[in-house]
């Protein structure tokens, strides 16, 4: 399994299917399909490791003797968790499968995926990474 942290373009299920849930994606200026989605959780980040963290304790450029001045760094619920979707999924319809983790932060005042109702989210505002490829 080889690990990334390459920014990736999602769409999400289209009507009949479940809403939230990676359809399609595009890395590396190729288009794939997901054929399933394997499974699905949810991870937390190492908060300690964030600019917020960094910048409350004075380690980033801020005012006179390195004190936080104007804006108070504040961690939000998509900086400390996201989700991850493992798909099989390949280039175009007829191209090699191979196992792809997807991830995005959870978004702040969100139910998870699996609570969403309502239609299908078509373009995912949030950000997506790839961070895992088996093939």
Known sequence: MRRFSDEV???CGARGEEAGVPALFVWRGRLYVVREVLSRWR???AWWEHAAVAA???DEAGGAGGAVTAVRPVLEIGDLEREVFRVEAGVGRAG???VYDLARPVALGTAAVSEVAGNPVLDEPREWQLLRVSD
Do not use: K, P, W, Y
């Open 9 to 11: 373009h999602v769409r």
């Open 43 to 45: 991870e937390r980040s």
């Open 56 to 58: 409350v304790h004075g």
């Open 96 to 98: 090699a499968v191979g």
